[in-house]
């Protein structure tokens, strides 16, 4: 480890519906250390569960006393960095009005906390996995959201809903869509919808349709078709607004790797074919994954942290 000292160590913790991950990055943004939890709902839930990661991972890199700068968490819902609040945390069962959940973290760690929202922490890793300075991180999660690096700085938009690219309504023959609208494209292009359109038993469906599809399955590549049409869809619409140099596509549903990867370049091509002008932005150029299994959003919310 090096030149690394106990101060400069930074901690991020991405505190999912499921699980929460926990990352202690070195000074050269590698991973010393990662611990993986079950997340207890509820904002009691949410702290405790917060707090073992954090012990785990004092303990993973030779005591708690080695952690003792502020620690970034990155948690899904409406996030006000300045109060470090949080708001509409579905997933967390954290309901209603605002949670201080950077205090009482703060409170519960005994070292300082910065909060973020999830897909924007996960933002910032995937701008230094790519190295530039505008670029959008496209999360195909249970939802689909978007998270924009610009000029080097995160946008969160004037009510934290910049990048909220599953509410654009692409289909109006499509489903009614949880947020009122009717076909937004988080009722093709996500999780959720994935789950409903090809049911599996148990395990993942995305890598069960993707190898349905690959074998040949009429009905399984015309649902990863429109699926991956979605996604395409969703690319189109962030380069025409902010013209990014890099498109990186993370969240639950790209642990299917490469095979989603090919099926949008496809069907971004398709949707270049009749128009020369978008064939000329070379939209399936800019467009890369997260590396399988690397925790995206957690190594985010310690870059959170370190500044
Ligand atoms: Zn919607």
């Not at 207890?40 to 707090?51: E, F, I």
């Not at 609040?85 to 201080?100: E, I, K, M, Q, Y």
């Not at 649902?223 to 869809?233: I, K, Q």
Request: glycine content about 14%; proline content about 5%.
């Amino acid at each position: 480890m090096g030149a690394v000292t106990a101060g400069t160590r930074a901690v991020g913790l991405d505190i999912g519906g499921t699980k929460t991950h926990g990352v202690v990055l070195a000074d050269d943004g590698s991973i010393l250390a990662q611990v993986r939890k079950s997340t207890r709902p509820g904002a009691d839930g949410v702290v405790d569960t917060a707090a073992r990661v954090f012990a785990a991972l004092g303990r993973e890199v030779g005591g708690q006393g080695h952690l003792t700068g502020p620690v970034g968490v990155g948690v899904p819902g409406l996030v006000d960095v300045a109060r470090g609040t949080l708001r509409h945390a579905v997933n967390l069962d954290v309901n209603g009005d605002d949670l201080p959940l950077r205090d009482l973290l703060a409170e519960r760690l005994g070292v300082p906390v910065l909060l973020e929202n999830d897909v924007n922490a996960a933002t910032l890793a995937a701008r230094a996995l790519v190295d530039a300075d505008d670029v959008v991180y496209l999360s195909v999660g249970t939802g689909l959201a978007a998270g924009l690096v610009l000029d080097g700085r995160l946008r969160r938009g004037e009510h934290g809903a910049a990048g909220e690219i599953g509410h654009l309504p692409v289909d109006p023959s499509g489903a009614v869509c949880g947020c009122g609208q009717v076909g937004c494209l988080e009722t093709i292009a996500s999780g959720r919808a994935l789950a409903e359109a090809w049911p599996t038993p148990d395990g993942p469906p995305a890598a069960d349709l993707f190898a349905a599809a690959a074998a040949g399955d009429v009905k399984a590549v015309a649902v990863r078709d429109r699926f991956c049409w979605g996604v395409a869809n969703a690319v189109r619409a962030l380069c025409l607004t902010i013209d990014p140099e890099r498109i990186v596509l993370g969240g639950g549903v790209s642990e299917v790797g490469e095979p989603l990867h090919e099926q949008v370049v496809l069907q971004l091509r398709a949707l270049g074919e009749g128009s020369a002008f978008l064939a000329s932005l070379g939209l399936a150029d800019r467009l890369s994954m997260v590396p399988l299994h690397y925790p995206v959003a957690a190594v985010g919310a310690a870059l959170v942290a370190a500044g």
